[in-house]
């Protein structure tokens, strides 16, 4: 198998990233930005989506966690993205449930080229820790738009913050997990159209 693999760095005035991302991994991640929530959130996307992440992230968090944390849905998006390549042979859809305690939360992708952010969440907590709740919406836009996907991520009941980003977090993982696995029997890309 062809490594699916990517590593990105990005420097603006306000944040320093350096990403490696493995899409082939086994669910391994060193992941520092400096916001201990996030670290959190990313380290359960990465063993849900069997992926292999190492992370390195410095931003003006002095000021909020904002721009950190959209710039690493940024660079994140970007490795999806080339770590993909030519997209022949993947399944390109993938969808995921994941119930965390009282909460259940449902993504699905389509690796379409055509990227779009549909959200649906309310969070009763503005922050967690060093994390501002409005991020995660923000988070997802710009993997999304990076990466150049479609993604739908729906929260369908629930009422810990935590709970519900979490199961975010794992059902992104998941879904991407099955939207970029290879299948044999597919012939070139899964596309009438012949490209993604």
């Not at 993947?90 to 690796?111: C, N, Q, W």
Request: hydrophobic fraction near 40%; aromatic fraction near 8%.
């Amino acid at each position: 198998m062809d490594k699916r693999e990517s590593s990105i760095s990005r420097k603006t005035m306000e944040t320093n990233i350096e990403m490696s991302l493995d899409l082939d991994g086994e669910g391994n991640s060193n992941i520092e930005t400096g916001v201990g929530f996030f670290d959190h959130m990313l380290t359960l996307m990465i063993k849900h989506g069997l992926m292999t992440l190492k992370l390195k992230a410095e931003g003006d968090t002095y000021v909020d966690s904002h721009h950190l944390v959209e710039d690493v849905g940024i660079v994140l998006g970007k490795c999806i993205n080339e770590a993909l390549g030519d997209k022949v042979g993947i399944k390109r859809y993938g969808t995921a449930y994941v119930p965390m305690d009282e909460s259940l939360s449902l993504v699905s992708i389509d690796i379409s080229g055509r990227p779009y952010l549909v959200f649906e969440g309310d969070f009763s907590t503005e922050k967690l820790g060093m994390f501002e709740t409005e991020m995660v919406e923000e988070f997802f836009r710009a993997v999304a738009f990076n990466a150049g996907i479609t993604l739908h991520v729906k929260l369908l009941y629930g009422k810990n913050t935590h709970h519900i980003i979490e199961g975010m977090f794992k059902a992104f993982g998941r879904a991407l997990r099955e939207a970029v696995e290879k299948d044999e029997r597919i012939k070139g890309v899964m596309s009438t159209k012949g490209s993604l």
